[in-house]
């Protein structure tokens, strides 16, 4: 039988802070193939998320298909906006929440790592920011659009970049990009589509240095839209989801564990030739040039929707 095996393979994922974003479905998938699971948690919510796992409160999703819970082997503290102590402002490190941690840089994170770990296998990387994003691009400031590109977009090269040393051969990194990237979406704004138009480019570019320099294939999934804390903070994802499932080709309802299966195929030995791939997890929709629940294709006045397929 033809099968995902992760066993022995170590995985980090940068971004998960709760159990609702596609980080925690990817470590589920990961994990149900047998990875070993090592995190990166954003420092404000270290606190928050090691204390919702340890009191239980992730049980229910933390649940494998074995019926086991699914272990976290060890939680890194990690801010991808700075690459090394000495980037990281002041005002900072003097902040309540990160005060009491003091290396929480992509540097710092790999090199714990290796001195955790010696290597890993899989690195995943999904977070991203923009300070501005509930703002249309006319209205975005420079700063605004630089933190986005700055943590969504250059956190994962120099994650890479950073990890990359320490990864075994034949190992894979997989991003998580939207559709904006490539479609004007209004309401993803702050710099947001340009950031996920940057990721899906230095994909392609990271899987030739990355492929030739230590055999490490780098993926993104573009994924469809999920109700995440990230995207909530967009304000529109509900209707998002609608729009999707009135107008996507598949029509059963889309989760993220859809993303982490797929995230598990693309990080195994089965998918050994696929690398700079942009893949869409979405039930289709990016497919669709047309949304068929608009009233100019109302049922009872045009044919196109009464079409038998
Ligand atoms: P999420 O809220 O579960 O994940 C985003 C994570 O990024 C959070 O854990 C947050 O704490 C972390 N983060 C933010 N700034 C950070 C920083 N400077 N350093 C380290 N961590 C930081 O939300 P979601 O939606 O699962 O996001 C994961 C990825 O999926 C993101 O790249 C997002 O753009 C992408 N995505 C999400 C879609 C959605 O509809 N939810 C659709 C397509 C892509």
Redesign the pocket.
Known sequence: MLKIDLKGKIAFI?????D?????AIARSLAAAGATIIV???VP?MRIFTTNLANGKFDASRQLPDGSLMEIAKIYP????FDTMDDVPEEIKQNKRYKDFDAYTISDVAKAISNDYGKIDIFIH????GPEVIKPLLETSRKGYLAALS??SY?MVSLLAHLGPHMNAGGAAL????IASERAIPGYGGGMSSA?AALESDTRTLAWEAGQKWDIRVCTI??????????RAIGI?DQMIEYTIANAPLEHTFHPQDVGNTAAFLMSPLAAAITGVTLYVDNGMHAMGIALDSPAFNPAETELANVEL
Request: charged content about 10%.
């Open positions: 940068a971004g998960i802070a709760d609702q974003g596609y980080g925690f990166g948690t954003w919510l990690l801010d991808a906006s999904s977070l991203a920011n943590a969504s956190s991003s998580l990009t939207y996920k573009s994924a469809g839209v999920w109700g995440s804390r990230a995207a994802t």
